[in-house]
């Protein structure tokens, strides 16, 4: 195997050995910092506004950064370091730092380096806060160059396939999986809050179900099984239900082996969670609950622009719902309930405008149906409730209309956050639906569900009426964070192979590999 660095990279090698030549260790074990830039920064001005000498040195500190600028005047070197907290400015006199060590951090120091620096705080005549450095060490040598500091990485595609670097140069996606995170721990604040526990269930199924999608497959060579990677985790939470608990929820990686795009993504994070005694209603006021604190926990605020549009999650309270026959026909002039064959379905939909492949099954005809002349208008909270039955396999009947069912989906910024129902617990119904799921499939919807006995077994065990609910993580944040793909929510989302390079292996970022579009369809 052939490795190959390119001119910079060798430099920046050949730096590295100069330091190993000085018996200076460029990737040393362990790093002495006491303070972040940000911590130091608040230590500085707590000591100055207890002084009348703003120009007074603060306590000695040790930072340690990358370093992400250098400017070079005369005997003084001024470098800016960045931690996960803030920046700070580095002033390195010759005078201070000595000769020798001066000239190293001159020389075989360089953009993109962590560095451990170790001096007293002061303000300059400019006024920006600045460590007096004293002591500056290599923690680890950068080989490759960071991306330009003003421009950023800009090229999507690579931001992509090297998120590392995309993070290293754009404060913005930093920011992005900040508020992420904050998000989760919102869910779990609110959810622990009521009473709800967390769980794990399996991600490789000796049966897949629960959702509407097709799945990954694999084989377990030590059991010589197929298993599936699972689409949803619906169904053994509901098992958990069956067994006993009464609140549970799982924020899992689920995997859905179909197309690309904006909004779908190959893998993806899911919140999950069922109430005992709850039905769709009860589900419905905490979602809304749910989402609200999110937002507040992530932005510090309920209302936010989400693609121009001001959205606004306190207002009205509680949020508009709708039932999903109306909504399709206020939208499409289209009632499904009349035209209760696949084939005038079909006819009245390709009418309306709709592009609906010939093969559709009724169910699927009806989610176009939504998917094309609703879902785009949703823009402030809504609730849409009460779907066929064809078109929700575990979900319950309405008492007054047994041919609709007990569910609800939420959208907001035009797209779909969640999908709920009051959850099917009789297992003779339950079966009968399984049993329409497989008609379909040999109809030709792949998507539709295989019939999971196990599943009827625990529900003959009796299951208490029950709520439940899927939300999305991927797409909340999306949505909170104003961003167009998942891709840009996801840190490391699935991309296509690169071509195989027969040359020798190089690395940094290429002018010459043949990249793919950023959004694919």
Known sequence: MEIQLSDLQEQRREKAEHFRAAGIDPFPTRAKRSHTTAEALALFEATESTTDDHAAPGEQVTLAGRVVSRRHMGKTLFSHIRDGHGELQLYIRKDELGDEAYDRALKLFDLGDWVQATGTLFRTKTGEVSLKTGEVTMLSKAFNAPPEKWHGLQDIEIRYRQRYADLISNADVRDIFIKRSRIITAIRTYLDGLGYIEVETPVLQPLYGGAAARPFT???????????????????????????????????????????????????????????????????????????????????????????NTIDLATPSPWPRKTLRQAIKEGSGIDYVEHPEQADLLAVARKAGADIESDTVWPRIVDELLKQFVRPYLIQPTFLIDYPVELSPLAKRKPDDPTHVERFQLYIG???????????????????????????????DLDAMPFDADFINALMYGMPPTGGIGIGIDRLTMLLTDQTTLRDVILFPAMRKLPVNDGPISFGISEEIELEPADQA
């Open 414 to 444: 035009g797209g779909e956050l969640a999908n709920s129902f009051t959850e099917l617990n009789d297992p003779m119904d339950q079966m009968a639906r399984f049993l329409e799921q497989v008609k379909d499939r040999a109809a030709g």
């Open 218 to 308: 694999t084989h377990h060579n030590a059991l010589d099984q197929t298993f599936y990677l699972r689409i949803a985790d619906e169904l053994y939470l509901k098992r958990l239900i069956v067994g006993g608990y009464e609140r549970v929820y799982e924020i899992s990686k689920d995997f859905r082996n179909e197309g690309v795009d904006r909004n779908h993504s190959p893998e993806f994070t899911m919140l999950e969670f069922y109430e005992a005694f709850a039905d769709y209603t009860t589900i419905m006021d905490r979602a809304e609950a749910l989402v609200t604190q999110a937002a507040h926990y992530a932005l510090g605020s309920t209302t936010f622009i989400n693609q121009g």
